[in-house]
């Protein structure tokens, strides 16, 4: 068995493992660093970190075309339910909680300090990362969108194969915030997501990754949209 994950530009991560797929944060419509076309990517569990447009982004729509299960907070899967959105297949979970989703992948809600407010300014609940545990025993910490807090320490305590973290400063941790969470939580590697897509968040994720290789073990490796990584 073996997991891997493409990045698909923005915080947009498609994760396989077993020939099954969990699609996180599916912002591919308006995205202009978009790797894949929303009416092109396959589900099997659709994540949404929170409500903004950029993370909900193509969620129901995919998951009308795939038939994918969502999940997300509880606030959020109720909007998903509601209205004529009206999808049939959601799981609303809160921080600390989590799920084992048929049998291949287990999802638990983090902390996360950002907004949640959804596209049509319904509440959104609070905003939330994701720790992945894949059959195969790959762990993988999504941190979506926030700041840098310091119960990271405790997720890292579950023993991090790849951490996912937000560079982009502006709307979530910058590079030196991103360098102190790679700190926290000893992955044994790191992928910097949620910069470059728009100008307020560009950054230089290779000098980044320059100073996570002299300054911890933790190995970075710094995606374009569209490529994948092998975690095992
Ligand atoms: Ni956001
Ligand atoms: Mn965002």
Known sequence: M??????LGHSCLLFESDGRRVLVDPF?????????????????????????GDHIGDAVAIA????????????????????????PKVLG?????????????HVKLTLAFHGSALPDGSNGGNPCGFLLTFADGTKIYDAADTGLFGDMKLIGEEGLDLALLP??????????DALRAVKFLEPKRVVPIHFNTFPPIRQDAGAWATRVRQETKTEPTVLTPGEWLNLN
Do not use: K
């Open 28 to 52: 591919l419509t308006g995205n202009p660093a978009a790797a894949a076309r929303a009416e092109e990517v396959a589900a099997d569990l659709i994540c949404i970190s929170h409500g903004h």
């Open 64 to 87: 009308r075309r795939t038939g994918a299960t969502v999940l997300s907070n509880y606030e959020i899967s109720e909007w998903l339910q509601a209205g004529d959105r009206n999808l």
């Open 167 to 176: 560079i982009g400063d502006f709307y979530t941790m910058g590079p030196d």
């Open 2 to 7: 073996a997991t891997r994950v493409q990045w």
């Open 93 to 105: 979970l809160q921080h600390g909680g989590g799920v084992l989703f048929d049998g291949f992948v």
